[in-house]
Each structure stands twice: as C-alpha cells, then as structure tokens.
C-alpha cells in the first residue's frame, strides 16, 4: 500500500513538472509573438515616419510653387500695368508710323545697296529679319550710316558663316581620325551646298595678334579674303582647332574725322566746306591708326554726303 502510494505521489510530482514545462513553452511562444508583434509595430512607426517626412517635402515644394506661382502672378500684373500704361500714353497712330519709319529704313539700306553692290557680300542671304531690324534702328540720313550699318551686315554674316566653317574643320578632323585640317582647301567638301567658298582664303602665317594664350596658341588657318569697305569693314579668322573670332569694325578713324569737324564748328560758327579745313583739328586717340589725306577726305565725304 505505501509503494502504490509512493508510485502515485511520483506521478503527481511528474504530472506537476510536465504541467509547468508547458506553461513555460507557453509563456515563451506567447513571448516570441509579443516580439514579432513589437517588431512589426516598429516597422509600421518606422514606415510611417518616413511617410510623414515624404508628405512634409511634398508639402514644402507645393508651398515653394505657390510662391513662385504668386510671384510670377505679380510679375505679370506689374508687367500688364506697364503695357496698359504704355498703350494710355503712346498714341496707336505714333506706333504704326514709327514701324513705318523703321521699315522704311530698311528700304533705304537695301536702296543703297542697290546703287552700290561693292558693300554687299553673297553672305548676306544667311541674314534674317532680326537682323536687318537691328542695324536700322536709327535713321539713315547719310553716306557714313548706311556704310557703317552695312559693316555691321557683313559682322553678323560672319557670325554665321563662322558657325559653318568651324563645324566643317570639326567635321574634316572626324573623318580623318583626329587629323586637323592644314589648309583651308582640306575643308571645302564639307561645307555646306550653296556656300560661297571664294571669300574666303588661307592665312599663311596661321597667327593672330591677341594677349589671350588660348587664341595665340592655335592655328588660324582659315580668313576672310579683305576688306569691302576700306573704312568700316570687319573679318573672320578660323583655326585648324575648330574655333572662330571675328575681327571687330574699326570706328576709330570715323570719331576722329567727326571730332575735327565738331571742333572746326565751335571754333568758326559753322561747318567746314572741305576735309582741307580740318586738317588741324584731327587729334588721334591711341587706338586710332593715322590716316592719309585720302582716307580723311573719304570719311568726310561720306560723313557730309547726305543720304540720295
């Protein structure tokens, strides 16, 4: 009887640790779900964080377009007021004779080009609108300012035409492995159709006069074939590296001349007959090279010539 009752206690005690083994596995499988719940929860708080920055730059950047919104409104309406103001102050009538003035400028500079072609060159067909309104801004009431707006055509031709020889020296060296062109002749089959390649020439000694080293260092193989116009004129050099610079107008020797007649007028009350008369009062400034006879009668001429 006491062994039954030592075999039942045995078993009591065993059921006892089985029961609080269980608990234990329990408790840590309870546990382990706590953790991955926390750890989702933290991913979730982590996710959300990161939403709530993202919607507060969202919100920054719309502020910052509003802003820029609400100054370009005001931009605009400072703009509409001055339009309205101009439209309140400058009759419509005035507008349309100064645009008829303006192209009739443009008619008086190709009228003149008409009596003397010797100023024009073919490179003026690349010439747009833009830039016959530009050098026609002012009157042409003498010789001198269409011969002057002319050099200023011829410039902006060679701004273009530059652009095309530059890109037919950068398309040769593609073709030839890197090899620069030595010769204004090694590039005439890649400009375009149409071109004009008469006007154009070597520059034998492949230098140019310039305090910057990156100019002076390259070869300029490539220039203009001359002047057109002896007193205001401009030119275009071009290198076997692919660059271009225009030679700028010379208006030095036309503010001389115009200084010595302006002079003559406030020393004699009036304005001199000839370019014989102003031959004392012809000052040059350091930039401006001396002139001939000749080349001071020419100014004057043009200068006093008024436009036919």
């Known amino acids: 009887m006491k062994k039954v009752k030592r075999i039942l206690s045995i078993i009591s005690i065993g059921l006892a640790l089985l029961f609080l083994v269980g608990m234990v596995v329990l408790q840590q499988f309870a546990l382990a779900s706590k953790e991955s719940e926390i750890d989702s929860l933290k991913r979730e708080k982590d996710q959300t964080r990161k939403s709530l920055l993202k919607a507060a730059n969202e919100n920054e950047e719309i502020r910052q377009t509003l802003r820029k919104t609400e100054n370009a409104f005001s931009n605009y309406k400072n703009t509409a007021k001055t339009l309205d103001a101009y439209v309140l102050t400058n009759n419509v009538v005035d507008q349309e004779n100064e645009l008829d003035r303006w192209l009739g400028t443009i008619l008086q500079l190709k009228g003149f080009i008409a009596r003397h072609p010797e100023y024009a060159i073919p490179e003026f067909k690349y010439l747009e609108n833009q830039d016959w309104l530009a050098v026609t801004e002012k009157q042409m009431e003498t010789e001198a300012d269409c011969r002057r ?160």
Request: glycine content about 6%; charged content about 25%; overall charge neutral.
């Open 149 to 308: 707006a002319l050099a200023l055509l011829r410039m902006r031709s060679y701004i273009k035409t530059g652009d095309m020889l530059r890109q037919a020296v950068i398309d040769f060296t593609k073709a030839n492995n890197g090899k620069s062109p030595k010769k204004y002749e090694d590039i005439i089959d890649y400009l375009p159709d149409g071109f004009d390649y008469t006007r154009y020439t070597d520059n034998p000694s492949g230098k140019i006069s310039s305090s910057n080293p990156v100019l002076s260092s390259q070869q300029w193989i490539i220039k203009d074939v001359g002047a057109v116009d002896g007193i205001w004129d401009s030119g275009l050099l071009v290198s076997a590296e692919g660059a271009s610079i225009n030679v700028p107008i010379n208006f030095n020797q036309e503010r001389v001349v115009r200084a010595a007649i302006e002079e003559y007028k406030n020393k004699n009350g009036g304005l001199p007959a000839s370019s014989s008369q102003i031959a004392e009062y012809i000052k040059y400034t350091y930039n401006a090279r001396k002139m001939s006879k000749t080349e001071i009668d020419a100014i004057y001429t043009s200068i006093t010539t008024p436009l036919q």
